[in-house]
């Protein structure tokens, strides 16, 4: 069966300080891999997604980044951290090819940027 | 931006009555799906309905999609306690290989 891990869990970190968020999923191979951010008590922002290796597309300009260096591997960057930064960060897969499907969903990775 | 938006923002009814949460978007899409996310944690799927379908169900859940007034209605019969969760719905756009979700419903389920 397929599983997607999610890491860290919490963090806090210092305005200006970098960060790595990983997603890794098992059991599929080439899946779709996205990264979603949900501020509180709101909706999620697609942020970043990937249909391959290297692929990567943007949607919201912003101070971060994100590369897909394996098939099932996900990394969420960022070399300085603002305030508003700060939320929850969610990385999903799907095996969509001519449209998206059920998106599967790790258990998030809360951020707060003091 | 967020395609569909959800309405109510917040709902609290009794257990065992029904639930009924609406979603409305803006253009053409490929599918509509309904999320349900308990508090901290991932969003978990629970129905997708395409856009050639008018309605699907799944369990205690119905779904309507309506293209031609660009919405949704996702209802729950029968609430229980544990159905207290956020709904979300999620659209995917004609040629677009993502999902746009809306702001979400706060539904409680009193006992």
């Known amino acids: 069966s397929q599983t997607i891990h999610q890491w860290p869990a919490t963090l806090v970190q210092p305005v200006g300080s970098p960060l790595s968020l990983e997603c890794t999923v098992e059991g599929t191979s080439n899946p779709n891999l996205y990264w979603y951010r949900q501020a509180a008590g709101r909706g999620l922002q697609l942020l970043f997604y990937?249909?391959?290796?290297?692929?990567i597309s943007s949607e919201v300009p912003q101070n971060l980044s994100a590369s897909r260096p394996q098939d099932r591997q996900f990394i969420l960057s960022s070399k300085k951290l603002l305030l508003s930064d700060s939320g929850f960060y969610l990385c999903?897969?799907?095996?969509?090819?001519?449209?998206?499907?059920?998106?599967?969903f790790g258990e998030g990775s809360r951020l707060t940027v003091l | 931006s967020q395609q569909g938006e959800e309405d109510p923002q917040a709902l609290s009814i009794q257990e065992g009555e029904n639930a009924t949460m609406n979603c409305s978007y803006k253009t053409s899409i490929n599918n509509l799906q309904w999320y349900r996310q308990n508090s901290g944690r991932g969003l978990v799927h629970l129905i997708l309905i395409r856009s050639n379908e008018r309605e699907k169900h799944s369990g205690r859940l119905r779904v309507t999609l309506d293209t031609s007034k660009k919405s949704s209605s996702l209802l729950i019969t029968a609430s229980r306690a544990a159905d207290t969760a956020s709904y979300f719905c999620a659209t995917e756009r004609l040629g677009a290989q993502k999902l746009v979700f809306g702001q979400g419903t706060r539904l409680t389920i009193n006992p």
């Open positions: 999903a897969w799907s095996l969509g090819r001519t449209y998206t499907g059920e998106l599967f």
């Open positions: 990937s249909v391959g290796i290297g692929q």
